[in-house]
Nanobody, 121 residues
Framework: VQLVESGGGLVQAGGSLRLSCAASGFTFDDYVIAWFRQAPGKEREGLSCLSNSRGTTYYADSAKGRFTISSDNAKNTVYLQMNSLKPEDAAVYYC???????????????WGKGTLVSVSS
C-alpha cells in the first residue's frame, strides 16, 4: 500500500487549495481513504473520510462547510478541496487508508508522508 500526498503550499487566508492523495498497491474500492492534519505541538486530527464501496463521506466538525472530499477512481486518487482557509488550518496534511473510516489516527494502518499547508494572515 502506497499513499502519496501532493498539493500543499503557501496560501493567503481566505484562499483555497486542493490536496491530492494518489493510492497504489491495493484495490481502491476495498479501502477507505481519510484525511488528517497535524499542526506543530498538536495531536493529529481527523478531517474527512471517503468510502467508494459504500458511496459515503464523513466530515469532522472542523472540516464541515469548508472542506470537500472526493475521488477519481480512474486515477486512484482522493482529493481534499479546502476553501476559505484560515491561519489555524496550517498543518501537515496526511492521507490514510484502512478498511473502515475513522477519525482517530491509531485506527488507520496505512499513511502517506504528508504535504505541508501554510496559511498567511
Amino acid at each position: 500500500v502506497q499513499l502519496v500526498e501532493s498539493g500543499g503550499g503557501l496560501v493567503q487566508a481566505g484562499g483555497s487549495l486542493r490536496l491530492s492523495c494518489a493510492a497504489s498497491g491495493f484495490t481502491f474500492d476495498d479501502y477507505v481513504i481519510a484525511w488528517f492534519r497535524q499542526a506543530p505541538g498538536k495531536e493529529r486530527e481527523g478531517l474527512s473520510c471517503l468510502s467508494n464501496s459504500r458511496g459515503t463521506t464523513y466530515y469532522a466538525d472542523s472540516a464541515k462547510g469548508r472542506f470537500t472530499i472526493s475521488s477519481d477512481n480512474a486515477k486512484n486518487t482522493v482529493y481534499l478541496q479546502m476553501n476559505s482557509l484560515k491561519p489555524e488550518d496550517a498543518a501537515v496534511y496526511y492521507c490514510a487508508a484502512d478498511v473502515e473510516c475513522a477519525f482517530v489516527p491509531w485506527a488507520m494502518n496505512y499513511w502517506g508522508k504528508g504535504t505541508l499547508v501554510s496559511v498567511s494572515s
